[in-house]
């Protein structure tokens, strides 16, 4: 295996509506995804989706049951989806780096655009339930 796999991770959290928090990017096509990012050394996924949360929203979660595993054959990279829940006592999400320009809850059937399909069905894959953990992905089409 290679010295330098790449490995991310993302959460989807749910607030008692049943509404998914999705961050805005400031780069490329400022494009809507979830919260999450490339895992550091000595770093589980599961660590990596609770750092990557609070590092873009400033909540602290716990990374609970895995919905997915994506891998993207372009960059030859494991994506991991975990459901994670917000501990008790923070406040709402707000963004915290500067990679993030806005994050809020938005309603499955109304997410916002621009998204991509990766994005899209990681999500739709979490709340469906599917039951394929295992996923290949090709290149990003972008919903807009």
């Known amino acids: 295996m290679p010295e330098n796999k790449l490995i991310g991770a993302a959460a989807i959290l749910l607030n008692e509506e049943g509404h998914v928090l999705v961050v805005k990017h400031s780069y490329g096509r400022n494009n809507w995804d979830l919260p999450g990012g490339k895992a550091e050394a000595n ?53 915290s780096s500067p990679e993030i320009l806005e994050c809020r809850f938005c309603p ?22 599917s039951q394929e953990l295992f996923h290949m992905i090709g290149p990003r089409q972008w919903l807009d």
């Open 43 to 95: 770093e589980s996924a599961r660590e990596t989706a609770e750092r990557e949360v609070f590092e873009e929203t400033g909540l602290t979660v716990k990374a609970g049951k895995l919905t997915g595993i994506y891998y993207d054959p372009q960059f030859d990279m494991h994506h991991f989806v975990f459901i994670a829940s917000v501990t008790a006592g923070q406040a709402l999400p707000a963004p």
């Open 108 to 129: 499955i059937g109304e997410l916002p655009r621009p998204m991509s399909d990766f994005t899209y069905n990681r999500i739709m894959d979490a709340v469906q339930g």
